[in-house]
């Protein structure tokens, strides 16, 4: 009877440790992660700029994926100072999975900080979201990253908003994935400025 009570005991204790190796398994915490894909320079979005600075920081704040896919779209491109509109996407993914989106568009809002509030509505708590020096307005927490863009210098003063989205973060501390994402608007932000013939000073510089 002991011997049985012990046995059961320790297939209760095993049956137990399996399980909660199966969970982690299933919600890919440590140490399953899955063997780390390359992410290619080439590979990145050009509309997130700096190529190798990029690449860098995706390298940072991505999970471990197997593989990593980047879609980059240009919806709409402005021919001249009398185009009123542009618009880009970058899309990451990896896994089955969506990891990271960045977003160009020319907006024109009466009050940077009604530009604020729609940006970060969907992604993180206006208490999340604290200021950094980029363009008119910039924001910024460990998911998300936007910056307000002078564009137009003449006529209606549109601007780019530069959003950078983290959907999946991976090893990265809060206070890392928040300061790579500001690496990425930075970058996607000069990028559009010039591929939209802006003439207002960018103002987006570290």
């Known amino acids: 009877m002991v011997h049985r009570s012990l046995l059961s005991l320790a297939g209760g204790v095993i049956g137990v440790v399996a399980l909660g190796f199966g969970l982690t398994y299933a919600c890919g915490a440590p140490p399953f992660d899955e063997e780390r894909g390359e992410i290619r320079t080439s ?22 994926k197997s593989a990593y896919s980047f879609d980059d779209q240009f919806t709409h491109r402005r021919t001249d100072d009398t185009d009123r509109t542009y618009e880009t996407s970058c899309f990451v993914n990896g896994g089955g999975r969506m990891l990271l989106v960045a977003t160009v568009e020319m907006v024109g809002y009466d009050k940077a900080e009604e530009w604020v509030q729609d940006v970060v509505a969907n992604a993180s708590a206006p208490s999340d979201v604290t200021s ?17 863009v002078p564009c137009r210098d003449k006529g209606p003063r549109e601007r780019l908003s530069v959003v950078v989205e983290l959907k999946q973060r991976g090893g990265a501390t809060g206070a890392e994935a928040r300061e ?3 690496s990425l608007a930075r970058n996607a932000a000069v990028f559009a400025h010039q591929q939209a013939k802006c003439d207002a000073p960018a103002r987006v510089a570290g």
Do not use: N, Q
Not at 43 to 64: E, I, N
Not at 132 to 148: C, H
């Open 43 to 64: 590979a990145v979005c050009k509309t997130l700029g700096s190529s190798s600075g990029s690449a860098d920081v995706l390298r940072k704040v991505l999970p471990g």
């Open 132 to 148: 950094f020096r980029a363009g008119d307005r910039a924001v910024a927490s460990e998911r998300i990253a936007a910056v307000y």
């Open 180 to 182: 790579g994402l500001i």
